[in-house]
């Protein structure tokens, strides 16, 4: 958080405008190759859980070997991909005529975007592997030193003179690999026997990856609906305004239930890892705890937003929204049955769920879109609002319960038949 806030002021004013507007329209390609592992990360999280809970070192050697070799490809096309697109269409073509005599330096720069993120892409696999064996401190250890490193640097190359988008994607997105690349020494030298992984690669290994994987990759671009969707209905249903302060409403909101997920994250592998060891009991604890936690985390939340929510907002992106408290109201009741749902979601998702979950997901999303462009038209942003809040609470609020109930039931059948 600290990195960002410091990085939009002061690469834009290093930068100046032209420059600014072509760094963002460039780093979208690092966005655009993050996509392409296809969800082998999470997918590898939970195949390394199973197979370590059952001391299995062979499947474990071999699902990492797995994930990397699909990730390190999938990278790689889409680094080519990109690299072919921005020499083939004119740039006033691709990025706008603004842009029209920049080709030379676009080239150039993309150059560095496609290494850096094929790197992070393909190292990332490192985290994942980590989550799978519980050990997530090593990688959040790892990032935190990375930023602050980057932050360090970003602010000596922007006080220093004009620095270059190059520099800058470099500062920002490259530090990052060297403590990823530390921890994939350090986890070898722990886990040898995962060099043998390569040795071990066979189908079945293969589409168990590659099916969870896809589940969770499934489950982040259907969330991209959640994150793009009612700001994409209001700018083709209402005025710039309304547009503008919805987003910005939307935008609190999204970075409370962001802080809530940081400590979710690591819930689901050490799931996977108790699912597979038969641990009921613990299950059971820690979901309750868990749902206990989060409701009064929801509960603090939500009402905080409503009572300081137009001020802060004002505050902090100096916008008077002080007529559209009712939106601010309606998006505080989304934000507590928000993270109910995301109680159950990662549950669901630790207990070999995650196609029903992704399943809701895009089920949930597309009724948003729908009750927005139905509301919208009628009553703007507290319309769109509405429309996020109704779309949780017609399908996945009431049915999750139900669904984590069988869940639990299900398992305690076959954990007494296994006894």
Request: with cysteine; charged share 10%.
């Amino acid at each position: 958080m600290a990195l960002q806030g410091l990085a939009i002021p002061l690469v834009f004013h290093a930068l100046g405008t032209h420059q600014y507007a072509l760094y963002l329209l460039l780093t979208a390609a690092l966005a655009t190759i993050s996509l392409m592992d296809m969800g082998a990360g999470p997918g590898l999280s939970q195949a390394i859980a199973k197979a370590h809970a059952d001391g299995d070192q062979q499947s474990e050697a071999g699902a990492f070997a797995s994930a990397m070799a699909f990730v390190s490809v999938t990278a790689l096309l889409g680094g080519i991909v990109i690299s072919a697109v921005v020499r083939i269409v004119p740039p006033g073509r691709l990025f706008g005529w603004n842009f029209a005599v920049d080709q030379a330096e676009i080239i150039r720069v993309t150059n560095v975007c496609v290494l850096v993120m094929i790197a992070n892409v393909t190292l990332s696999v490192v985290d994942s592997a980590l989550a799978g064996y519980l050990e997530q401190v090593a990688s959040n250890i790892g990032n935190c030193i990375a930023n602050l490193v980057s932050t360090v640097l970003l602010i000596v190359i922007c006080h220093q003179g004009h620095p270059s988008i190059s520099q800058v994607i470099i500062v920002l997105y490259g530090v990052v690999g060297l403590s990823r690349l530390t921890n994939l020494v350090v986890l070898i030298y722990r886990r040898a026997y995962l060099l043998s992984g390569y040795m071990h690669l066979n189908r079945s290994t293969w589409q168990a990856l590659m099916s969870t994987g896809t589940a969770f990759w499934s489950i982040q671009a259907f969330c991209m609906i959640e994150q793009y969707g009612g700001t994409y209905v209001m700018a083709h249903l209402a005025t710039v305004r309304a547009t503008d302060t919805f987003g910005l409403a939307y935008k609190a909101i999204s970075l409370a239930a962001s802080a809530v997920s940081i400590f979710t994250q690591p819930l689901w592998p050490a799931l996977t890892d108790a699912l597979s060891r038969r641990d009921l009991p613990w299950i059971q604890r820690v979901s309750r705890k868990t749902r206990t936690s989060l409701m009064l985390i929801a509960a603090t939340l939500t009402f905080a937003f409503a009572i300081v929510g137009t001020a802060g907002i004002e505050l902090i992106w100096h916008v008077d929204i002080t007529t559209d408290r009712t939106l601010i109201y309606v998006l505080a009741v989304y934000l507590f049955v928000n993270i109910w749902t995301h109680y159950h979601y990662i549950i669901l998702e630790g207990l070999d769920r995650v196609w029903i979950v992704a399943g809701l997901i895009f089920l949930e999303n597309c009724t948003m879109v729908v009750f927005g462009a139905a509301l919208v038209p009628r009553w703007g942003g507290v319309g769109m609002a509405a429309g996020y809040l109704l779309a949780s609470l017609v399908l996945p609020a009431w049915i999750l319960p139900r669904i984590l109930k069988a869940r639990i039931l299900d398992l305690g059948m076959h954990t007494n038949e296994a006894l």
